[in-house]
């Protein structure tokens, strides 16, 4: 077994050194597969993908921060090795001038030795190790359960616009089996069966425990999660050590979805109070060029026009179509017998545009594919004739039909509309010298 502890101190070292790598890395891989492919989702997809991004990503980083603890105290304790090899004897006390009478007695009776520091370090080292293993069963578990409820939630939810009650439904229902459940066991057998004798003899009481307890096994699986968790907790502070697993599970939990926000928004921080996101609204945003590219601009099915500087007579405009948010109401506007057999003519109701107040007819405007934006919808020329030379905007409105007082369709979108202001700089050429 020794030198078997041997060999396993070294493979520690190798898995910690690469693994780190390969977590770090992951979450950016991952944020970059679900927006290329978030338009094409569906609403069971779109659930999933994101749970899954939440979880993998503060999993990943969680997992991550353990490795480099993990890597930090191994190197420690080789480091300290080598000084026992090299120093047999420890610290000399007699040689250690800088330190006066009363230093020195007092660190001779507080500072461990050599071989207490040696064998401590490889305690929390293995420990940790054990820790990282049951994380990763324990997130893998908790992560398929969460996924398959909340998309099944979310499915139903769904169909009859309630989806995010839906989703708050599911969650609630998974606190309750995976957090309320255990309490409760915990209550009734630690507590209650502890101090009461009868208890531990009365049958329908043991089939009560019995029940919650194979109701609470759901949360994670025993026969791989139980024998490390018991046995790291039984060796050190029960209770301190069920706080800092609990306390873990949160802080995974809001590093995912810190980070994921972080990546979604152009800001996560409030320091933004004069210039925030509503107070943007009209002003220059940078998604709606396509010259001007971003990751976060996969994620927003908005309209988008070629260049902020315009200087020919048309200037093209692309009008996305996302089938998570747009089939909600062309279900409702496309339900005409018989249906419109040119996809443009359904496409089109979605939409009206104006430039300087003048609407525009979309008639001219064909479906496209864009597969440089992984997007398909309406693209047409909007005339630029007539305009002064100068800074212009483009007024889109999604849904223009719908009534500002009207109920959303779904409970996932606060607004029945949107609109969209392009700002344009309007420069032709022969204002550039050009002939």
């Not at 989703?167 to 309750?176: D, E, H, I, K, V």
């Not at 630029?384 to 959303?408: M, R």
Request: with cysteine; proline share 5%; glycine share 6%.
């Amino acid at each position: 077994m020794e030198r078997l502890r041997d060999r396993t101190d070294e493979l520690e070292l190798i898995i910690s050194s690469l693994t780190i790598f390969a977590l770090f890395s992951l979450p950016g891989w991952l944020f970059n597969a679900f927006a290329d492919s978030y338009t094409h989702l569906s609403t069971s997809f779109a659930i999933a993908g994101s749970v899954v991004t939440m979880l993998l990503t503060g999993f990943c980083y969680g997992l991550a921060a353990c490795f480099v603890v993990h890597l930090m105290a191994r190197a420690y304790w080789v480091g300290l090795i080598g000084l026992r090899s090299a120093f047999p004897e420890g610290i000399r006390w007699a040689r250690t001038k800088t330190l006066g009478p009363l230093s020195r007695e007092h660190y001779r009776k507080s500072l461990p030795s050599l071989e207490t520091n040696i064998e401590s370090t490889d305690r929390l080292a293995s420990s940790l190790f054990a820790v990282i293993s049951m994380l990763t069963l324990s997130g893998l578990w908790f992560g398929t359960i969460m996924v398959a409820t909340l998309t099944a939630a979310g499915a139903v939810g769904a169909q009859f616009g309630l989806t995010n009650a839906a989703l708050l439904g599911g969650s609630l229902l998974m606190l309750a089996v995976f957090v309320g459940v255990p309490l409760l066991v915990y209550l009734l057998d630690a507590q209650l069966a502890a101090r009461a004798t009868r208890l531990r003899t009365s049958r329908s009481f043991s089939a009560m425990v019995g029940g919650l307890r194979r109701i609470a096994s759901l949360a994670y699986p025993q026969r791989l999660v139980l024998p490390v968790q018991l046995t790291l907790q039984s060796n050190t502070r029960p209770v301190a050590f069920f706080i800092a697993l609990v306390l873990g599970i949160f802080v995974i939990l809001s590093v995912g979805s810190y980070r994921v926000a972080a990546w979604r928004d152009f800001t996560i921080s409030s320091e933004f109070t004069y210039l925030d996101s509503e107070k943007l609204r009209g002003g220059f945003r940078s998604v709606f060029y396509e010259d001007m590219p971003s990751g976060m601009n996969r994620l927003r099915a908005w309209p988008r026009v070629p260049s902020f500087r315009q200087s020919g007579s048309h200037v093209r405009l692309f009008l996305p179509y996302h089938p998570l948010r747009d089939n909600l109401v062309l279900d409702q506007l496309c339900t005409t017998a018989p249906p419109p057999t040119d996809a443009a003519v359904c496409l089109r109701k979605l939409w009206s545009v104006s430039i300087a107040g003048t609407e525009i007819a979309l008639d001219s405007f064909i479906v496209a594919e864009r597969s440089e934006l992984s997007m398909r919808g309406l693209i047409g020329l909007l005339p630029l004739s007539g305009l002064e030379p100068g800074l212009h905007q483009i007024d889109v409105v999604w849904n223009p039909n719908s009534s500002q007082t009207a109920a959303p369709l779904d409970d996932r979108y606060a607004e029945v509309t949107s609109t969209y202001t392009i700002p344009f700089a309007f420069m032709p050429d022969f204002e550039l010298g050009a002939p």
